[in-house]
């Protein structure tokens, strides 16, 4: 972590962002996008490349985009990257087009991630001098939080897999991105859009939505207002002007308003789409029916698909209730804890939705790891943090082997592909545990500095 | 197949009489049965071991005599229950004979087996017939014939007296096959059915059919043994059955053209050479065999019109019009005519009329729905849709600032 912040000052964001593209672009000259499609932490039955072609193939025959369960996204992808995959151009990788979409994709989520990270950096700030405690934190390092995050989310290699490796992760995270962005800039109608769009092609994203209800009601992430009231209190004067405003619901009825819009707009297109196959109804049971049923049972880097290979067919839904409300039961504590950083809440969403999905892959790490890169400052004492990118690395160089062991050379078994997936798993909690009580500690540090107590260093 | 997804049930009270009267205009011949308009072949092997080359060369014979007389990969499915061409006994590696001049390589280069090895069980057989598959099963591997297909059912392997054994484990029993059969029917999977049997005492396969539209073929009957044709010393093993062999014979003297009947199929069967009695069971079929041409069921009559534009599921009903039934010499000239085009566009919209007109007169949002809602107009309307977003977003934003 060290070296990569001297580097950072030495060579600029833009020539990191340049590089990164040219590397991209380099790996998508490779043959066969160097098999990394076909690989399971890449590529899950949501986001696979190849099945959204076999869907348009599909489509172009009349006949329903969903028959035999290949396809589970949604129709409008099919219409707007359906025709990319017919186009083939001499003397070029297959599948260059969708490639360089992706690419562009991944350029507009860092720069999207840049500038939410500047207007977060700017409220902090601004919410560091309402409380006078500037002094304290110019001495340590302040790193600009949006160059950092969107460096991290550019040069990570799981992205560069993810964008190479031809799946919608791409598309996918720049939905959610542009939700977060057009919250924390007070965009209504592009948070609405992004929300809507990321709703509607996975469904996990469907809970920032409680992120994004604090962004918009509060403001982006500050400490408590408690903290304000209690510098205040020692100053002697109430200034109602410098206390952070409090909680405004017309916003809020300004976004439901425009998701209402969004939703309906995007369900009458699916619903033309798909007129004859068998309509919406078609449409929830194949992409939200498939995510929530589980059908599919073939390897990915999550937990989900060992479990439901084993379960007898009797508890099987009462296990699907178990792992799906495992995801409902966290929203409300952390929304309690965390309600006044509500960028650090999407981001430990983001964080457990792609732990705890149906069908996980890299793309969805890749997503919250870039939002990571946003607190740095506020995040510099977490613990673990050597541990944890060793884990990474680990992960990332053992679970291909162990692929290979179990399917091609058949001298391994399913326990030991399942086994990286569940050190996978721990590593992220680990990641979201240490990051809240770090987030926690950081909190409490402000407030032992305004009251001059000594603080805890653990919670 | 073709069904109306239209939430407003007056139109659907509309629909019925319009279609109606545009049948009873459109046809002057009688439309009581579909057409027919398409072919599907399912030809199984049942037999592993090496010493059963024979069984699966006589699929390999009939599925190449299929292919040569018109049927596409995409209707036949093949269920090869062992590879002999790859087998470790096998001294011509890759190559499966059907006779010791082995002048013919029946494994090719496009050979399509759906259904391989273990795959071959009774459990799948029955579900290809009936369609009851699970949902991620390949559309390859599924026999989507609807109203209008002839299917040739072709069965090999080792049977008895009512049953036929499959992967040496398990059984298909005739009350098995007779059961599928009736589901078939009731679920219109097709309109006339040839089943093919080349095993020991095959005719008692058939016994408990009684659906209309079959006919089935035995090659000996109960108590009879069918029994294999040559051996052939090189590979080591018998390579082809006599019924099999004699029915290859038979189709080796035709081309696509040719006009022979089913009763001089049958007739050409004889009980010496086969060393047991080909049974043949009419049943509850209706047309007379001398008027039956075997391409019927190991053709395919149907002519193929190509176009670079997007296949659009067509009409049925017409497209059985230009099927030429009596000379098939026509058939070629009719695809480069490309005629059929232009009826299947007048098709269409004589589908939509009736209904804009009755539409129009008592409700004119359907008329507007139906005129903009064509299939060639749907996706259009998506990508239009799609690309209206954007601006729709930026005015939304500038609108809100």
């Known amino acids: 972590m060290e070296k990569l912040k001297k580097k950072l000052g030495s060579f600029s964001f833009w020539n990191w962002v340049i590089a990164s593209i040219i590397f991209r672009l380099i790996l998508i000259y490779f043959p066969k996008n160097l098999n990394l499609s076909s690989r399971p932490e890449v590529s899950t039955p949501l986001t696979s490349f190849r099945r959204l072609a076999e869907g348009y193939w599909l489509k172009q025959s009349s006949m329903s985009p969903y028959a035999g369960s290949m396809y589970h996204g949604s129709p409008l992808l099919l219409s707007l990257l359906g025709p990319l995959t017919l186009k083939r151009i001499e003397g070029q990788p297959n599948h260059l087009l969708y490639s360089l979409v992706s690419v562009i994709a991944d350029v507009v989520s860092a720069m999207l991630i840049r500038s939410t990270g500047q207007s977060l950096q700017l409220a902090y700030f601004r919410s560091l001098e309402s409380l006078d405690l500037v002094k304290q934190i110019e001495g340590s390092e302040v790193h600009s939080s949006g160059d950092v995050a969107a460096l991290v989310y550019l040069c990570n290699p799981f992205t560069i897999v993810a964008c190479v490796g031809l799946s919608t992760s791409p598309i996918e995270n720049m939905a959610v991105i542009l939700c977060l962005y057009g919250a924390c800039s007070r965009l209504i109608p592009l948070a609405a859009f992004g929300w809507v769009i990321a709703t509607h092609l996975s469904l996990y994203p469907a809970i920032l939505i409680i992120p994004v209800i604090f962004l918009l009601g509060c403001g982006p992430d500050s400490p408590p207002r408690k903290l304000f009231l209690q510098r205040q209190q020692q100053k002697g004067v109430l200034n109602q002007a410098k206390l952070p405003p409090g909680f405004s619901w017309g916003p809020i009825i300004h976004f439901a308003f425009w998701a209402l819009v969004w939703s309906v707009y995007v369900l009458v297109l699916c619903g033309i789409s798909l007129k004859q196959f068998g309509g919406l109804w078609e449409m929830f049971k194949s992409t939200y029916g498939f995510i929530l049923t589980v059908e599919d049972l073939s390897p990915n880097i999550g937990v989900l698909w060992y479990f439901f290979a084993e379960v007898f067919e009797f508890f099987r839904n009462f296990f699907l209730i178990v792992f799906h409300v495992n995801i409902l039961f966290i929203i409300l504590p952390l929304a309690i804890r965390l309600h006044h950083r509500p960028c650090y809440l999407a981001f430990v969403y983001v964080a457990i939705c792609s732990m705890l999905k149906s069908y996980p892959s890299v793309g969805d790490s890749a997503l919250y790891l870039g939002l990571l890169g946003w607190f740095v400052n506020e995040l510099s004492d977490m613990q673990f943090s050597l541990f944890l990118f060793c884990g990474y690395v680990g992960v990332s160089l053992l679970s291909p082997v162990m692929h290979n062991l179990w399917i091609w050379r058949g001298t391994g078994n399913a326990n030991f592909y399942f086994a990286t997936a569940m050190v996978y798993a721990c590593l992220q909690i680990v990641l979201v545990v240490e990051g809240v009580s770090a987030m926690l500690n950081h909190d409490r540090k402000l407030r032992s500095l305004i009251t001059g107590k000594p603080q805890d260093s653990k919670s | ?401």
Request: hydrophobic share 35%; glycine share 4%.
């Open chain 2, 1 to 401: 197949m073709e069904t109306f997804n239209n939430p407003k049930p007056v139109l659907h009270l509309l629909l019925l009489p319009c279609l109606l009267l545009y049948s009873s205009i459109a046809f002057s011949s009688s439309v009581e049965a579909a057409m027919h308009t398409n072919n599907w072949a399912v030809l199984v092997c049942t037999s592993r071991f090496w010493f059963n080359y024979r069984h699966m060369a006589n699929t390999l014979s009939l599925y190449r005599t299929v292919k040569r007389l018109g049927i596409p990969d995409e209707r036949i499915i093949l269920m090869l229950a062992d590879d002999m061409a790859c087998n470790t006994r096998n001294k011509y590696p890759a190559q499966v004979f059907n006779n010791e001049n082995h002048r013919l390589n029946l494994y090719g280069d496009n050979v399509e087996v759906d259904y391989r090895g273990y795959e071959v069980t009774v459990e799948n057989f029955l579900r290809v017939l009936t369609g009851r598959h699970e949902t991620a099963v390949p559309r390859s591997k599924r026999l989507l014939s609807d109203e209008g297909s002839h299917i040739l059912l072709y069965m090999t392997g080792h049977g008895g007296d009512e049953f036929l054994k499959f992967q040496d484990s398990e059984e298909l029993q005739s009350h098995d096959l007779a059961d599928a059969v009736k589901q078939m029917k009731e679920k219109h999977r097709f309109k006339e059915l040839l089943i093919m049997v080349d095993t020991c005492q095959a005719a008692t396969l058939f016994n408990q059919l009684q659906s209309p539209g079959v006919l089935a073929i035995g090659s000996s009957m109960k108590g009879e043994n069918s029994y294999s044709h040559h051996l052939d010393s090189d590979v080591g093993v018998s390579v082809v059955d006599r019924f099999t062999y004699y029915t290859l014979a038979f189709f080796e003297r035709l081309n696509i053209y040719d006009n022979a009947s089913l009763s001089s199929l049958f007739s050409s069967y004889n009980p010496s050479w086969l060393m047991s009695t080909a049974y043949y069971r009419k049943g509850v079929y209706k047309r007379s065999l001398e008027e039956v041409p075997v391409t019927t069921f190991f053709g395919s009559v149907m002519e193929t019109i190509h176009t670079d534009a997007a296949y659009k599921a067509l009409s049925r009903r017409n497209s059985g019009k230009f099927e030429a039934q009596t000379s098939l010499d026509q058939s070629v000239h009719h695809s480069e005519r490309r005629t059929p085009v232009k009826v299947n566009d007048r098709d269409e919209t004589h589908n939509i009329n009736p209904e804009g007109q009755e539409g129009a007169s008592k409700c004119p949002w359907s008329t507007f729905c139906n005129k903009f809602l064509k299939a060639e107009n749907v996706d259009s309307l998506v990508n239009y849709g799609l690309v209206a977003m954007v601006p729709f977003l930026m005015i939304s934003m500038w609108l809100v600032r």
